[in-house]
């Protein structure tokens, strides 16, 4: 079975866990079952809540049998995956400038990035780093140019 046969078995509630094989059991992943319902926006909230339970506290049964308890009936059920941004936002030469200077890892560069240019402060931060490094206006205004 596959995380969408789950998913319209929990929905639709034709089948409790008792009438899935012992082979289907072990497949249950409450996991993955929590995570493509936290994709769905009337879900998300509750699901968040109840993941402290799902995930490591409960076992598969006693998820199964919450959420079966606990989803409206659907007969199809469709949510569309939330993917993250694969292309490098940043500047390649830029996050290694940065590395150096705040002596961070790129993840970190990343969130310090994110930050900076969430707050609207790219200017007053970022230029006075990279005239250290002897950038000039031109090559400023391209290392911090978002992609």
Avoid: A
């Avoid at 034709?14 to 936290?38: A, G, H, N, R, V």
């Amino acid at each position: 079975m596959t995380i969408f046969d789950f998913l319209t078995i929990l929905h639709n509630k034709s089948k409790s866990w008792d009438d899935l094989e012992l082979s289907e059991q072990k497949e249950f992943s409450p996991y993955m079952i929590t995570k493509w319902l936290s994709m769905d926006r009337d879900y998300c909230e509750v699901v968040n809540e109840l993941q402290q339970y799902t995930i490591g506290i409960l076992d598969k049964k006693m998820v199964f049998t919450l959420y079966s308890e606990l989803l409206p009936f659907r007969k199809k059920y469709f949510v569309k995956y939330i993917k993250g941004d694969k292309k490098d936002k940043y500047n390649p030469e830029l996050l290694i400038i940065l590395r150096e200077y705040f002596e961070e890892s790129k993840k970190n560069i990343i969130n310090i990035l994110n930050l900076i240019f969430i707050t609207n402060n790219e200017k007053t931060i970022l230029i006075p780093i990279l005239e250290k490094y002897g950038k000039t206006n031109r090559q400023i205004k391209t290392l911090t140019k978002i992609k």
